[in-house]
């Protein structure tokens, strides 16, 4: 039985490696050589590519990407704690179904939800245009364009995988063990902060590895609210592409990807059992 299940799998392997493990390598030889575009016929072996680390956009791009996925995974961590906290501690008969309804604007197209928040953030949007026919004559705040409304798509985009973690974690643990702590003598808050923080932790570790990713590496977000005053390295990534300097945007590629496989093995690490993973 067992290899019969082995060999259900070879085609998985195959379009993995196809898919995933072949343009990978592609992208590594890429960095190391000088050509212009795709014509491969003069190039050579290079290590000028690494002459855009010394550039300042570029390090102002990291920076960036660094900061605005920093502060959202830490505002995604508070904000998807207390939600799953209070799902978890809820009486709600049917909880999947809350989570459901977390999750669905996930099922949409990012691109739609990306501009339907940017159309909202505009002075004249369609919560401005209801509230003036309902005679209440207000101009609305022009986020567009802000720092704040990368934060705002980031956290309204990546806070259900920051939920979906921590609930998870949540309901791995045993009740027996908080019923031993309150046996014990622990109040409810020692009891939260000495038993059920702590084991839920993986879930915050593991949650913020699937916040902080996809927003070091996405460029739509910013590219569509921040309407290019803000660069991140993903936009960087996104122009050289589009001019066709693949050497330069596979190098830069490769280092988001060796930061993926190092958050990669840091939830292996943490969760061995896959517990908190979606």
Avoid at 224 to 235: E, F, K, R, S
Wanted: charged share 10%; glycine share 6%.
């Amino acid at each position: 039985m067992s290899r019969y299940f082995k060999k259900l799998g070879i085609p998985y392997l195959v379009w993995l490696f196809l898919l995933a493990i072949v343009p990978a390598i592609i992208m590594v030889v890429l960095s190391f050589l000088d050509c212009e575009g795709t014509d491969f016929s003069s190039a050579s072996l290079t290590l000028v590519n690494f002459a855009q680390f010394g550039y300042s956009s570029t390090l102002i791009a990291f920076l960036n990407s660094l900061l605005y996925s920093s502060i959202t995974t830490l505002i995604c961590a508070v904000i998807g704690y207390i939600v799953a906290y209070a799902i978890f501690r809820s009486h709600f008969k049917n909880k999947f179904l809350i989570l459901t309804l977390l999750i669905l604007p996930m099922w949409s197209n990012i691109l739609l939800r990306v501009n339907a928040l940017k159309s909202v953030m505009e002075p004249h949007n369609i919560i401005v245009s209801l509230l003036n026919k309902m005679g209440i004559n207000i101009l609305g705040p022009s986020l567009a364009g802000t720092p704040l409304a990368i934060i705002i798509g980031l956290i309204a985009t990546y806070l259900p995988f920051m939920i979906l973690s921590i609930y998870t974690a949540l309901e791995k643990i045993e009740y027996s063990l908080e019923e031993a702590a309150l046996d014990l003598g622990l109040t409810d808050f020692k009891k939260f902060w000495k038993v059920v923080f702590p084991l839920s932790f993986k879930g915050i570790v593991t949650g913020s590895i699937m916040v902080f990713l996809p927003c070091m590496s996405g460029f739509a977000i910013p590219e569509i609210l921040g309407q290019g005053n803000i660069v991140l390295i993903g936009n960087v990534i996104d122009m050289l592409f589009r001019n066709m300097n693949y050497n330069v945007g596979a190098l830069l590629s490769v280092v988001i990807l060796a930061l993926i496989i190092g958050a990669i093995a840091l939830v292996n690490k943490v969760d061995k059992e896959g517990d908190t993973l979606i």
